[in-house]
């Protein structure tokens, strides 16, 4: 799902990896989930819309090293690329 100007106008948002992590974290031990289930790193934005429940975390571009991982590898084949 695309997240819209729409949606962030009536969410929390938050930038940065450091601030998403702690929000992410205290959004789980709200819903009681286990605090563990942020695994990602290098987070650039997160948002959470409380009444629908409905949260998104955008996590940064990696520079590329030129060597693709295999399931990116198999990615491109089945869209007909590369």
């Not at 997240?3 to 990896?17: C, H, P, R, S």
């Amino acid at each position: 799902m695309l997240v819209t100007e729409e949606l962030k106008a009536k969410a929390e948002v938050y930038y940065g990896d450091q601030i998403c992590r702690e929000k992410f974290s205290l959004l789980l031990a709200e819903i009681g989930l286990p605090d563990g289930l942020l695994t990602m790193d290098d987070i650039e934005e997160c948002g959470y819309i409380k009444e629908i429940g409905f949260v998104w975390l955008k996590l940064q571009k990696r520079k590329s090293t030129g060597k693709e991982t295999k399931a990116e590898e198999g990615a491109k084949e089945r869209s007909g690329g590369g």
